[in-house]
């Protein structure tokens, strides 16, 4: 089992979208059972991996290496550490809850829910891969789904939503193809094994134009995980795709892919670039306050309450970068705490933004809009500027509660998930980056602001007599809430099992970095 559990996790999802295919597009319920079948195996696998993880170890875990291409030595080498193994969970269940959420989906279910398992299996590829050339694969793997999946069932604007995330990721990949390649022909013996390069690319010793190589490619690779961080100022793809994607491919666009472009700076740019990484640390403390607070300041001047939720994950992947910039602290605890703080931010604010969505999924199937106040331009003058719902609670008591939880959650309320993971961010930050911390911390104040004038303006005072017929969830919609809200409230409690994974890679990692640093400066 242990030899196989990695490529399973991989491509059982992609059997499931074979045998999809083959399904009459007739029988829509068998087509749905399917994916949803073959996603649970997912999520049972990752069980099983998550309970035979050794916590204490900080190697790669469960590698299995085989020759793909060997005239070039692209190999088929996949693995798992304390940085893959949370995002392999998240990964996993949220792909799950999202097709459980999607099973109001009539428009062509066939490809709908084929493509959404071929997404999970190449983000499922993307956090296992230990090869560079296997990692870009699985990074365009996931690019075709999407695109898919967001112009064909989104809303009005779908498909020039659909063509911005597009273009924008593309550009991204080509600078990771570019930083590929230069890592393979630069370094000796030619490889894209990511350990090896690990050894290796700190080496590369040539000029390109005058410049350091590889000051070129870890501006190149930052711009391409930046996009799909989104790093400001390469955040604008981000809002309208979510406005536009139906409710289940906005949960794994802020649940997972975002979390990617993160993982791709920690897995590739931290390890085969550490001098290059201490050198632009300030620049990324900079833009994760930037993130943090211009993210916030957006999401308050929102009135579509989906938009919102989007803004606020720019905000709350600021936190994460302003973690990862503490690696180059002075302090070796405060190192820590930024980095362990990243990572669980990472896991964090993807069950905290799936929540979001799915709930905004919720009160929009119902009320067939989604807007707290109704905008300038709406087409009814009469109700332009007023507020478009108002005393929910009243009549929707479920439906609020996990509304208050999330938005609680989203704002770093004490006992709640992200309330450990910001604080750790914000600690590391504060150890390495004072100032920019403390302005940094503007955006929790910003954060409550929105969430708690949002939660206000739908949910308090006077029922407005117009939603008043509106039905609480139903059983599913409870069924496929419950369980990220249970993790919300466990690991805000009891983070202690989510950090024991992470603890013994962050800090090699931070070894990593700061030792071939010193070597480099010297």
Partial sequence: ??????????????????????????????????????????????????????????????????????????????????????????????SFVSLIASWNIDKSPRGYFSLFLLLDAGMMGVFV??????FYVFWEVML????????????????????????????????????????????????????????????????????????????????????????????????????EAPTAVSVILAGVLLKMGTYGLLRISYPLLPAE????????????VINIIWGAANAIAQVDL????????????????????????????????????AVLQMFNHGTITAMLFLLVGVIYDRAHHRYIVYPRDYHDKTLRGRLAFGGLATNLPVYSGFVALAFFAGLGLPALSAFISEAMCFIGGFTAFRTLTIIG??????????????????????????WAGLNDMSGREIGFMAPLAVIVLFLGIYPRPALDIMTATMDRLIDLVNLISQVAIQ
């Fill in 1 to 94: 089992m242990d030899a196989y559990i990695l490529t399973l996790l991989v491509f059982v999802p992609v059997l499931g979208a074979i045998v999809s295919l083959f399904v009459p597009r007739k029988h829509v319920a068998r087509i749905k059972w399917i994916a949803a079948g073959f996603a649970g195996i997912q999520v049972l696998l990752a069980i099983w991996l998550f309970a035979a993880f050794d916590r204490s170890s900080d190697t790669l875990q469960f590698a299995v290496k085989t020759a793909w291409i060997p005239a070039f030595n692209i190999n088929y080498h996949v693995g798992v550490d304390g940085l893959s193994m949370p995002m392999v969970f998240l990964t996993a269940l949220l």
């Fill in 129 to 134: 891969a230990l090869d560079f050339f296997l």
């Fill in 144 to 243: 075709l789904p999407m695109y898919f999946l967001i112009g064909m069932w989104g809303g009005p604007q779908r498909q020039y939503a659909a063509i911005k995330f597009f273009l924008y990721t593309l550009f991204g990949s080509v600078l990771i193809l570019l930083s590929m390649l230069a890592f393979y022909f630069y370094t000796e013996p030619h490889t894209f094994n990511l350990l090896t390069l690990i050894q290796e690319a700190p080496k590369i010793d040539v000029q390109l134009w005058g410049l350091d190589i590889k000051w070129l490619i870890w501006i190149a690779l930052f711009i391409g995980f930046a996009i799909k961080v989104p790093i400001f100022p390469f955040h604008t793809w981000l809002p309208l795709a979510h406005v």
């Fill in 277 to 288: 990484t201490v050198a632009f640390a300030t620049l990324l403390a900079v833009l994760a």
């Fill in 306 to 341: 989906k938009r919102m939720v989007a803004y606020s994950s720019i905000s709350h992947m600021g936190m994460v970068l302003l973690g990862m910039a503490a690696v180059v602290s002075s302090s070796r605890g405060g190192a820590q705490a930024g980095m362990n703080g």
């Fill in 441 to 466: 911390t503007v955006g929790i104040l910003l954060n409550a602001t929105y969430f708690l004038r949002a939660f206000q303006r739908m949910f308090l005072g006077p029922l407005n007599e117009k």
